[in-house]
């Protein structure tokens, strides 16, 4: 018996506290790979995997082929990213056929296959011209079709919108209607960020110690009367709207609303599961995910953007799967670009010590052949 077989064996059986003190770093995590992966069944890992038009078939099967064999159960292939479609779309401008070209190759595999969608963020030109109250509105009542809070892209539209919902619900059905595809990811399924990360902060010249009106939505015509409606009070008259339990509350739950009884009804009308990439802080997006119908979460624990040690990911895991109470699976997200190989593998470690049911990569691209090494040999355990 070699040592990996051993140190496998040690984990299943009874001997697994008395033995685990004499094992390396990596066998220790090896060991508690195979452990989580008997009792919780195997794990399920993801990539997300970013618009990319220049390889040739023949690389992409050796992309698939090699993050399949690595461990990578599904991915994430971005194809609408909030201007552009790229898949054959009847209401969005069409880039490229990108999906319906890997698709059939990522299947072939033995991948899964969601597709990943920009879900409130809107920049196609027609409807920033033609349709500008579609846009969620600040506090100081500056529409993020023509002023965007942080970044020129973020034009966000506002959840409440008849208009806005069926917008999105009907590229939610033109994605469920391909066969092969075995889900839909939701991404930016939120509010522009009242406060921002904060190790994003600096990058915009920017310290947010409180909410800000500049960054504080939706305070558009017909939020403010749904509102009023709902619960009697003008939120304009209210002297500081932010500590407006009611009014934050009403805000979460218009995200929700579009995703429990808009968007998931109409992918699994088609049987293809929902996923959503989450914010750990979710108060700050007005995105009160463990509220949500979906079929798995992938909160986004990019440690490095909160300033924060990869055991962080570890904390927030336990938080996020606390909240869900067993009700859906949650796998961890993890920002490979600040994670050289043998943090990322700390990173799985802290995941499966906060009882994630796996962990998705940003992206697979991102990873170098010395993280798909590591990570396979973490992972087959």
Same mark, same amino acid.
């Given at each position: 018996m070699n040592r990996r077989e051993f140190v496998k064996r040690l984990a299943l059986g009874g001997a697994f506290l008395a033995g685990y003190q004499y094992l390396t770093p990596f066998e220790k995590l090896y060991a508690k790979t195979a452990l989580h992966n008997s009792i919780s069944g195997k794990m399920k890992n993801w990539a997300w995997v970013t618009v990319d038009l220049k390889p040739s078939i023949d690389e992409w099967k050796r992309r698939f082929a090699l993050w399949h064999e690595s461990g990578i159960d599904a991915i994430l292939l971005e194809i609408y990213t909030s201007n552009y479609a790229f898949y054959k779309s009847a209401h969005l401008p069409v880039k490229e056929q990108w999906l319906e070209l890997l698709l059939p190759i990522a299947k072939q595999e033995g991948l899964?296959?969601? #597709?990943?969608?920009? +879900?409130?963020l809107c920049n196609n030109e027609d409807i920033v011209k033609n349709h500008p109250e579609w846009f969620v509105v600040n506090y100081k009542g500056e529409s993020a079709a023509n002023k965007p809070s942080y970044v020129n892209y @973020?034009?966000? $539209?506002? /959840? /409440?919108?008849?208009e806005v919902r069926n917008f999105i619900r009907q590229t939610v059905t033109e994605l469920a209607n391909f066969d092969m595809l075995d889900g839909v990811h939701l991404d930016y399924i939120r509010f522009p960020d009242v406060i921002? *990360?904060? *190790? $994003? !902060?600096?990058?915009?010249?920017?310290?947010?110690?409180?909410? @800000?009106?500049e960054y504080d939505y939706c305070y558009c015509d017909l939020c403010r009367s749904e509102f009023q409606k709902k619960t009697g009070i003008d939120i304009m008259?209210?002297?500081?709207? +932010? #500590? &407006?339990?009611e009014w934050r509350q009403f805000r979460y739950d218009r995200i929700s609303s579009l995703v429990n009884d808009v968007l998931v009804p109409a992918a699994h009308k088609k049987n293809k599961i929902v996923t959503a990439a989450v914010f750990p802080n979710w108060e700050m997006v007005r995105? !009160?995910?463990? *509220?949500? &119908?979906?079929?798995?979460? $992938?909160?986004? $624990?990019y440690n490095g953007f909160y300033n924060k040690g990869i055991d962080w990911i570890k904390t927030q895991t336990l938080k996020g799967t606390a909240s869900l109470s067993g009700r859906i699976p949650l796998y961890s997200g993890l920002f490979v670009p600040q994670l050289n190989p043998n943090e990322l593998a700390k990173a799985i470690e802290c995941s499966i010590e906060g009882n994630a049911q796996g962990v998705s990569l940003f992206s697979a691209q991102s990873m170098s052949a010395k993280h798909w090494t590591l990570f396979k040999e973490i992972v087959r355990s």
């Open positions: 899964e296959v969601h #597709s990943w969608m920009w +879900t409130m @973020y034009k966000f $539209l506002c /959840s /409440s919108r008849p921002l *990360a904060e *190790a $994003l !902060q600096p990058k915009y010249g920017i310290k947010q110690d409180k909410e @800000y009106p008259k209210v002297e500081d709207p +932010t #500590s &407006n339990k995105q !009160q995910w463990p *509220a949500w &119908n979906v079929d798995g979460v $992938l909160p986004m $624990l």
